[in-house]
């Protein structure tokens, strides 16, 4: 073996490894800016998702805002006039609106006095006993609860029926024991 073969094969191997740092660099600096890349664009979709909810929520007080201004439009009148009867029938015209608002939003109000209690949609605020078929039923809503798209906003704050336990006659458990 010569001399030369080492050395060549040294020199060799010298600039594999030189070609190798090289592409570890650029690799590293390629990731580092796709890193940054990442990054920017992480931080602008979060900036367009605040100004899109913004956008959002500016388009629904823009549609909510003449019933603000006819309430108060009515609330002015009957101030200056004392005209009950003209108050009640603008405050009856801005609930329908209002109403029509959240209709055409797919906003629902549940059915509660009546139905049984359903623990997804109605939040049992009192439960009393009761005696006849009413047991497991809303008996009173004190809150109406809402839902949309089949999804529930809100629940219904409700008074439930609990079927009362017949008790036995104090003489009957005695002649049972």
Known sequence: M??????????DLQEQLQAKDQQLKELTE?????????????????????????RMEDQII??????????????RSFNKNQDR????????????????FLEGRGVRPISAI????????????????VTDDSGGKVLEEF????????RLLKPSKVKVGKRKEPTSPPAEQAAHS
């Open 2 to 11: 010569s001399e030369a073969q080492p050395t060549e094969k040294l020199t």
């Open 30 to 54: 390629r990731l580092q800016r796709l890193q940054a890349d990442f990054d920017n664009y992480r931080k602008r979709l979060a900036r367009e998702q605040e100004e899109l909810f913004r």
């Open 62 to 75: 823009l549609e909510i805002l003449p019933l603000y201004d006819n309430m108060e439009r009515a609330f």
């Open 85 to 100: 009867e003209s108050f009640v029938e603008g405050m009856e015209r801005i609930f329908a609106q209002f109403h029509a």
């Open 114 to 129: 009546g139905e049984l209690y359903d623990p997804a949609l109605h939040e049992a605020l009192i439960t009393v006993e």
């Open 143 to 150: 809150e109406r609860g809402y839902l949309r798209a089949g």
